[in-house]
């Protein structure tokens, strides 16, 4: 790695590691800067869906990765004050992965690392944090960054943002996303599961509240949604109160809820729905959630951020060959990935708007809308949720592989 490399990713989340990975595998050189010093972070999200599943198949990791400790969920359930329903039906999906897999986010990304670090052109640089951006004659020509040896500078003819939400990058091009608004928030915790609970994931549905329980087999993982910047009024009635809360709508939880200690027990996310107008200026590209933060309603981030590494890896990796992306190439990739993005956004706000803002308003009996009573009764028409989230509005098929491992 004595050259520069073809590509300089900020960022060692999934989208930033898929893109690595694929770009490397294409025969390109890429230099990851990753400002922790391992991927080992709680309350991530960890979906592998379909789609991700497909993509590792086809570039021989599928094997490896479901050889690591991983929770199949074939189904989505919805419970209210009338009943259980099935939202998205996963074993609808075609083989051969008609489930989603839940596994430690820092499981998958270590798999790519050590999948990246078998092609020479792979550089991943933990604990370096990017810095600031440089530039020559108005574009982006790398990257500034502060890691274990002090100040370092990655030049790249591509730099791209997989930096997240709270982008650098996007911070230092002056890029400021529309922001949609969500009426929630998001409270993570764990509380112990038995062998007889409900397997799978289960939304649990009451007056006022709602909570989603992720199964990871020997506890849930669970987001208990709560008002827009109510986390400081939910402290204020203290843990008791909240537990209570817990309680009322996921009532066989109540007598294992003293697993929640304290309140560094339980993260706060806050939930936004953004989008940037344009993901790109000269030099430098954005994906995943630099370019388009996501609700977590359907879980679907991730996917997304994935696809948008595919996509950018088969549409850049000519032109990256070439020595020459210019800002039309760039296009390309927004283009392409854009319609997706807005129409999994417009259902997440009408869903929250429809759904959500009215539910933490209420304190009455909260039954099943109507049309998930009508997928109860057409239970075929619960693979089309389940087609959504698992496999996205549009798959995208990698780079072919032209390098040699080392």
Request: glycine share 12%; net charge positive.
């Amino acid at each position: 790695m004595d050259r520069d490399p073809d590509v300089c990713v900020v960022g060692g989340g999934p989208a930033g590691m898929v893109l690595a990975l694929l770009l490397v595998r294409a025969g390109l050189r890429v230099t990851v800067l990753e400002k922790h010093a391992d991927f080992l972070r709680d309350f991530r999200g960890d979906t592998v869906h379909a789609s991700t599943l497909d993509l590792m198949d086809a570039i021989g990791l599928g094997d490896r990765l479901l050889a690591l400790p991983h929770r199949k969920v074939t189904a989505l359930r919805a419970t209210f004050d009338d009943g259980t329903f099935v939202l998205a039906d996963f074993g609808r999906l075609p083989p051969p992965h008609p489930y989603l897999a839940f596994l430690p986010q820092w499981d998958f990304l270590n798999l790519l690392a050590s999948a990246g670090a078998d092609y020479p052109g792979f550089r991943l640089l933990t604990s370096t944090a990017a810095t600031g951006l440089v530039r020559e004659g108005g574009r982006v020509v790398g990257v500034r960054a502060t890691g274990p040896d002090g100040e370092l500078t990655v030049r790249a003819a591509l730099t791209v943002a997989a930096d997240g939400r709270g982008s650098l990058v996007r911070e230092q091009l002056g890029l400021v996303p529309r922001d949609f608004g969500a009426p929630m928030d998001v409270l993570w915790f764990r509380v112990p599961r038995e062998d007889s609970d409900p397997e799978g994931l289960d939304m649990r549905i009451g007056p006022g509240q709602l909570a989603i329980l992720i199964d990871r087999g020997s506890y849930y993982q669970i987001a208990y949604v709560i008002a827009k910047g109510g986390h400081a009024a939910v402290v204020a009635r203290g843990l008791p109160a909240f537990r209570d809360g817990v309680a009322r709508v996921a009532p066989f939880l109540a007598d294992r809820l003293d697993a929640i200690a304290d309140w560094s027990d339980v993260k706060v996310l806050t939930v936004t729905i953004n989008r940037l107008r344009r993901w790109y200026q000269p030099g430098v590209l954005l994906i995943g959630d630099a370019a388009h933060a996501m609700s977590p309603i359907g879980g679907v981030g991730i996917n997304l951020a994935v696809q948008d590494a595919v996509a950018a890896a088969r549409l850049l990796a000519p032109a990256l060959r070439a020595g020459r992306v210019t800002g039309a190439d760039l296009a390309r990739v927004q283009r392409r990935r854009q319609w997706p993005t807005a129409v999994v956004q417009f259902g997440q706000r009408m869903v929250q708007t429809q759904f959500v803002g009215r539910l933490l308003g209420t304190d009455r009996p909260v039954r099943a809308p109507r049309p998930l009573r009508l997928l109860g009764r057409f239970p075929f028409l619960q693979g089309i949720p389940a087609r959504v989230v698992g496999r996205g509005l549009r798959r995208e098929q990698p780079p072919p592989a032209g390098a040699a491992r080392r």
